[in-house]
């Protein structure tokens, strides 16, 4: 069996119950994220969706959703806190930069909740638009307006700028390894002009700091591991460091 064919079977239930839910009111599911990206990782990777609704949602949506996912993860138990649904409007995803919408997002680690989503989505939009899948709806550029490539860069940079500030909000070792990977995947995106899988920018920052090869080798591995797999003082204390060097060279390139 391939790593992804569980993921790839679990793509129609999930588009069936959005549909059945919504039915006419849903414009169109788009896939992204790890899944298309090289990225998978079975067992412990997330399913990523875009779910473009004809108006906007409001609280009253949050309880029938929260109980579609709940039915999803009762049938499914191995799927549980595995998959990431964010529902906006077509009007709020075609005037993003210009306008502020609800969206209510299902992700792991954080139950289904409504918040609100403007530019700062930017990143999300521009993956989903030049790289997602539409499951359902017509192509997702059909939704999502241009978004220069130079647009996403900027957001990218302002985004890693509060790098440095990310461990003191790690508390398990699976955090620990967002920060190190997705640090390095920015500046891969920086430095390269395109965006690529984890386990790609890994090896291309390992090369570009190969003192630091060791630490990425153990953000690798704790992307499987337990959320209960706290890290220690050493382990935070060599993170904040590589942080450190990461944002530097990040402010480096911009001058």
């Known amino acids: ?25 849903l414009v169109g599911l ?22 473009v609704i004809t108006r906007d949602l409001n609280d009253a949506d949050v309880a029938p959703l929260a109980a579609l996912h709940a039915g999803i993860v009762r049938d499914h138990p191995e799927w549980d806190d595995r998959i990431e649904v964010a529902y906006l409007s077509a009007d709020g995803l075609r005037d993003f930069r210009s306008r502020i919408s609800p969206l209510i997002i299902i992700s792991p680690g954080e139950p289904l909740h409504l918040i609100d989503a403007g530019p700062d989505w930017l990143m999300n939009w521009y993956l989903v638009r030049s790289a997602g899948i539409a499951l359902a709806g017509p192509p997702p550029r059909d939704l999502i307006p241009p978004i220069a490539t130079a647009e996403y860069h900027q957001t990218v940079q302002e985004h890693l700028s509060s790098a440095e500030n990310w461990i003191a909000r790690a508390t398990s070792r699976k955090p620990g390894s967002y920060a190190v990977l997705t640090s390095g995947r920015g500046l891969y995106t920086l430095r390269i002009g395109e965006h690529a899988s984890k386990a790609q920018t890994a090896a291309w920052m390992q090369a570009q700091f190969p003192e630091w090869a060791d630490l990425i080798d153990c953000a690798l591995a704790w992307r499987g591991m ?23 060279a990040i402010r480096s390139d911009s001058d």
């Open 1 to 25: 069996m391939q790593a992804t064919d569980a993921a790839n079977a679990m793509l129609p239930i999930l588009t069936s119950a959005i549909a059945s839910r919504f039915g006419d009111e």
């Open 30 to 51: 788009y896939l992204f994220g790890s899944l298309i990206s090289g990225d998978f990782l079975p067992g412990v990777s997330d399913i990523d969706l875009l779910a």
């Open 226 to 248: 337990p959320e209960d797999q706290e890290l220690t003082a050493e382990d935070r204390a060599e993170i904040a460091r590589y942080l450190s060097i990461v944002t530097a």
